[in-house]
């Protein structure tokens, strides 16, 4: 159920703030990324050079840029500039109920609000959901007569009526419960599932990149190494640049290609962030096979393989396993309520059944 309201979390989470700002209009060029970091670090001139983690490319022409700037230890504050005159139009706002709801929801998703030993339990739950969904494609009674099997009469005794809709509703609903339970289950356990992956696959994981320190030296301007960046994926659109948080970290600027489907994209290229060398270019459509797979994790469970569609479908995806519980055990109750009958009743009903 939590992840039927999680379908279209992003959109909403990105919708609430932006209501509560001024609205863009969208001009002809966007500002260099320079003006927009030094125009949010004036803001924060009265504190001790708090560090900027990342920024946000807007995915539409009237959406912010935001930038996010750690303020403490375990805090970050989102400013959202826009892109086209640097003006600030927010930051710290304050998170709205909707916000919260959804980071509740999120927590109880992922952890069921249990930190890493919930993170683990749910993985173990999507193993085991994942055997239960195939053995349920395995048992289906509907392989006898296909046609039949999708059948569902509505005027049935209840017992009839909720075999039908589980056995309808559960094959139907099985091999995408097996994409989201499954995926989920990897990465609860992905410090073992990787390194799988790539062994099955003959693949190896690449090096993390790292930047040659120069005594003396300040990193390079981020429009140059934007510029850079851009050279060695021509035909992919800015999503993110992570900032390095040591001198010997890269800088990572995030990129989508026209045939990812995520909207923050799959592609990323690695740069020295002192000489602005390209360390490394993650390019989804030249990734490994161990590499593809475990990007198709995400591609799966978010269910957005085939776009708004089956985004909607995994709506009522979600609710499957609920409608799979209450008609399983009303079936169960039938079963067990006619085990446990008197001899006397059961000659009743024969008696009944007769007349």
Same mark, same amino acid.
């Given at each position: ?11 909403i989470?990105?919708?609430? !703030? ?6 863009i209009? *969208?001009?002809s ?6 003006v927009v970091?030094n ?5 924060? &001139?009265s ?6 983690e &990342?920024?946000y490319w807007?995915?539409k ?5 935001i ?5 403490k #230890?375990?805090? %970050? $504050? ?6 086209? $005159?640097?003006a600030?139009l ?21 952890r069921?609000?249990g930190?890493?030993?919930?993170y #683990?339990?749910?993985?173990i ?6 055997f239960m %969904? ?5 048992l289906w009674?509907?392989?006898?007569k ?11 005794h209840?017992?009839?009526?909720y075999?039908?809709?589980?056995k309808?509703?559960g094959v139907i &609903?099985?091999?995408?419960l ?7 289950f990897?990465w ?7 390194p799988?992956?790539?062994a099955l696959?003959?693949?190896? *994981?690449?090096?993390? *990149? ?7 030296h ?7 190494q934007?510029q850079?960046?851009? &050279? ?14 040591t ?5 990572v600027?995030?990129f ?10 799959l ?5 020295d962030?002192?000489?602005? #060398?390209?360390?490394?270019v993650?390019s989804s459509?030249q ?14 469970h978010?269910?957005?393989f085939?776009?708004? !569609?089956?985004r909607?479908?995994?709506?009522f995806?979600?609710l499957? !396993?609920?409608i ?7 079936m ?10 008197? *001899?006397q009743t059961?000659?009743?009903?024969k ?5």
């Amino acid at each position: 159920m939590t992840g039927s309201l999680l379908v279209f979390q992003s959109e909403i989470r990105t919708f609430d !703030p932006q209501r509560r700002i001024s609205t863009i209009a *969208p001009q002809s060029e966007m500002l260099p990324v320079e003006v927009v970091l030094n125009i949010v670090k004036t803001t924060y &001139a009265s504190q001790p050079k708090p560090p900027v983690e &990342a920024i946000y490319w807007p995915t539409k022409p009237h959406e912010p840029m935001i930038v996010s700037v750690k303020t403490k #230890k375990d805090e %970050s $504050t989102d400013n959202y500039v826009n892109p086209y $005159t640097g003006a600030i139009l927010g930051n710290n706002l304050q998170p709205s109920f909707i916000q919260k709801s959804f980071d509740i929801i999120l927590g109880l998703h992922m952890r069921l609000l249990g930190g890493d030993i919930g993170y #683990k339990f749910v993985g173990i739950i999507g193993l085991l959901m994942s055997f239960m %969904s195939i053995s349920g494609i395995i048992l289906w009674p509907g392989w006898r007569k296909l046609i039949s099997g999708f059948k569902i009469k509505w005027n049935a005794h209840p017992k009839r009526l909720y075999f039908d809709i589980h056995k309808v509703g559960g094959v139907i &609903a099985s091999v995408f419960l097996i994409f989201t339970f499954f995926t989920g289950f990897c990465w609860s356990f992905e410090e073992f599932v990787n390194p799988m992956i790539y062994a099955l696959t003959f693949s190896k *994981p690449l090096p993390t *990149p790292v930047s040659v320190v120069v005594a003396g030296h300040s990193p390079l301007g981020f429009t140059e190494q934007l510029q850079t960046a851009q &050279a060695a994926l021509p035909q992919a659109e800015f999503r993110k640049i992570t900032f390095p948080t040591t001198p010997e970290e890269a800088l990572v600027v995030d990129f989508k290609l026209p045939q990812e489907n995520l909207a923050h994209g799959l592609s990323s290229v690695y740069l020295d962030q002192y000489s602005g #060398k390209v360390l490394r270019v993650d390019s989804s459509l030249q990734a490994s096979l161990g590499d593809r797979i475990l990007n198709s994790f995400g591609i799966l469970h978010f269910s957005i393989f085939w776009g708004l !569609p089956s985004r909607i479908f995994y709506l009522f995806v979600g609710l499957a !396993p609920l409608i799979l519980f209450v008609s399983g055990f009303v079936m169960w109750w039938y079963r067990y309520k006619g085990k446990n009958r008197s *001899p006397q009743t059961i000659k009743m009903v024969k008696l009944r059944a007769k007349n």
